[in-house]
T-cell receptor
Framework: QQQVKQSPQSLIVQKGGISIINCAYE??????FPWYQQFPGKGPALLIA?????SEKKEGRFTISFNKSAKQFSLHIMDSQPGDSATYFC????????????FGAGTQVVVTP | DGGITQSPKYLFRKEGQNVTLSCEQN?????MYWYRQDPGQGLRLIYY???????QKGDIAEGYSVSREKKESFPLTVTSAQKNPTAFYLC?????????????FGPGTRLTVT
């Protein structure tokens, strides 16, 4: 069963707009929630990550919002640029279990000029 | 320049043949992982290793085998028992004791079996 559900599957946004990707998890013991960015034919790269002791983390144009009670977290890409066009994966992990990640299915984001 | 290398980038094999994918890291990470990526399914864990000479099955280990004889290397063999081996394979490493979870990925190997 999929422990992390990600939506939407794909997203088209205009340059300058906001991209929002949502993830929901089941295991309340998860304590690390990273987001990865992947370009075609490349390996994923860590974009931003959050732990459940904070509700929001911002790095540049990327923000994670975390709702522990709802078991949901989301990625917001502000002022989206064509270079942000990529596939984004959320993940959840128990860091005490040697970082075994449960990944979402991914969201393909296309930013139009 | 530290990182993870995977070779080759593209690999073609005939059905019924075993094939080994290479993964090397110079990050001095203790843990290494193999994932399989299929369209629309995200990344699924095949095997992981916490330390040299030890490894554990992930969610989809059937038809795969690994070894961890050196800290830097974690090769994956796709055996003929794997029913649907065509996929994009990703290797990753982490140092849970320091980074507390961050996984660093290699560039991947795209395997096509016909």
């Amino acid at each position: 069963q999929q422990q992390v559900k990600q939506s939407p599957q794909s997203l088209i946004v205009q340059k300058g707009g906001i991209s929002i990707i949502n993830c929901a998890y089941e295991n309340t013991a998860f304590d690390y929630f990273p987001w990865y960015q992947q370009f075609p034919g490349k390996g994923p790269a860590l974009l931003i990550a959050i732990r459940p002791d904070v509700s929001e983390k911002k790095e540049g144009r990327f923000t994670i919002s975390f709702n522990k009670s709802a078991k949901q977290f989301s990625l917001h890409i502000m002022d989206s640029q064509p270079g942000d066009s990529a596939t984004y994966f959320c993940a959840a992990a128990l860091t005490d279990s040697w970082g075994k990640f449960q990944f979402g299915a991914g969201t393909q984001v296309v930013v139009t000029p | 320049d530290g990182g993870i290398t995977q070779s080759p980038k593209y690999l073609f094999r005939k059905e019924g043949q075993n094939v080994t994918l290479s993964c090397e890291q110079n990050l001095n990470h203790d843990a290494m992982y193999w994932y399989r990526q299929d369209p629309g399914q995200g990344l699924r864990l095949i095997y992981y290793s916490q330390i040299v000479n030890d490894f554990q099955k992930g969610d989809i280990a059937e038809g795969y085998s690994v070894s961890r004889e050196k800290k830097e290397s974690f090769p994956l063999t796709v055996t003929s028992a794997q029913k649907n081996p065509t996929a994009f394979y990703l290797c990753a490493s982490s140092n849970p004791g320091q980074g507390r979870g961050e996984q660093y990925f290699g560039p991947g190997t795209r395997l096509t079996v016909t």
